[in-house]
């Protein structure tokens, strides 16, 4: 009797799951899209990388102000903690004061701002990755920043003599924490290369969505399952919109469905090379 109950029981949760799959397949086939077609001469490599620079610049420039003001944070931070200068509020708050942690603090999150915009700026105009060493130091120049934003104060508290022990330490591993957690968010963990970008510049009709930061070859792609509108062009239109990858899901697929071709065309090619050199 017990078994039995159990078998209903498990065959009713099975029945359950397979009508929620059932569902979610219906609504996933539920999203019809509208389709705006942004047109766009076709346009040369020059071209379209002058326009990635564009698209770039305003982020470059707010990534460079945000990192001075990270480095203009840290001297204040050091000023305060060598006892330079001090900010009292006297009128409310008698004798209280704005620590060096406040200083450290903006640092922090004037880096890591300046970084995310910097790597959003690498994403829309990828450098070229021909010289490895200068495409790093391109990428992750955030991580660069980070440790100019630190380390000098590190060095400054762990040699300051006036300072009693305790709060030095307390100085140094609060900054060495802020420093390895903006040299994580400034290092770039996907970057792109202008090689990888230009690969995949001649496609001819591809589709992306407005927030997204990829192009897709389908307009079925499952990544496309929940966005109505679509926006459909040539992948060079895509790049020049900030949609800079091609989507991998589209990209995988793509590669089988050129690799099941291969064996499923006829191997009847009719293009010799005389006909080649005669459409020249
Ligand atoms: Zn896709």
Same mark, same amino acid.
């Given at each position: ?24 397949? /219906? ?18 490599? =020059? ?186 062009? /040539? ?38 090379? =005389?006909? /080649?050199?005669?459409?020249?």
């Amino acid at each position: 009797m017990a078994k039995n109950s159990n078998d209903a029981a498990k065959d009713a949760a099975k029945k359950a799951l397979a009508a929620a799959a059932a569902k979610k397949e /219906t609504e996933k086939k539920k999203v019809t899209h509208t389709y705006t077609e942004v047109g766009g001469q076709s346009i040369g490599k =020059e071209e379209l990388l002058a326009a990635t620079r564009k698209n770039a610049l305003p982020y470059r420039i707010f990534a460079v102000i945000l990192w001075v003001l990270a480095i203009a944070a840290e001297v204040f931070a050091i000023l305060i903690f060598t006892h330079k200068i001090e900010f009292s509020f006297t009128v409310e708050n008698p004798g209280w004061t704005i620590s060096w942690i406040v200083c450290i603090v903006l640092d922090l999150i004037f880096v890591v701002a300046g970084s995310l915009l910097w790597k959003k700026g690498n994403h829309l105009d990828p450098a070229s990755k021909k010289n490895k060493v200068r495409f790093w130091l391109h990428n992750n120049l955030g991580v660069i920043v980070s440790v100019i934003a630190f380390a000098p104060f590190i060095i400054i508290v762990l040699t300051d003599k006036n300072a009693d022990k305790k709060s030095k330490t307390i100085a140094a591993v609060v900054a060495v924490a802020a420093l390895v957690i903006a040299g994580l968010f400034s290092y770039d963990w996907n970057p792109l290369s202008q090689q990888e970008m230009l690969e995949n510049a001649d496609i001819e009709t591809v589709y992306w969505t407005a927030s997204g930061t990829v192009f897709h070859a389908y307009d079925d792609c499952s990544h496309l399952n929940n966005t109505v509108e679509l926006f459909k062009g /040539t992948s060079s239109t895509a790049i020049e919109n900030g949609k800079t990858r091609l989507c991998k899901t589209c990209e995988a697929r793509a590669l089988r469905e050129a690799e099941e071709g291969a064996v499923t065309v006829p191997s009847g090619n009719t293009e010799t090379p =005389e006909d /080649t050199a005669a459409a020249d």
